[in-house]
């Protein structure tokens, strides 16, 4: 996540996109719906709460 973050704060809407792609390729490891725009959507307006998400899935469920 601290990459994510990183690229984000470096790249502005660029980052945010490259976080919505790692965020959807979590969705797809956890079967979770949802779509890159939705993605794309929590980065732009929520990225903090869309990494806190993302944190949350992967940390709890290490081993799907």
């Given amino acids: ?9 470096f790249l502005g809407a660029g980052g945010a996109f490259v976080a919505a792609q790692t965020r959807r390729e979590i969705r ?3 079967n979770i719906d949802g779509d890159l725009c939705g993605d794309l959507a929590a980065h732009c307006f ?15 469920n290490p081993t799907l």
């Fill in 46 to 60: 929520c990225h903090p709460c869309a990494l806190a998400q993302s944190y949350h899935q992967v940390t709890n």
């Fill in 28 to 30: 797809q490891k956890y």
């Fill in 1 to 9: 996540q601290l990459r994510i973050c990183l690229i984000n704060k």
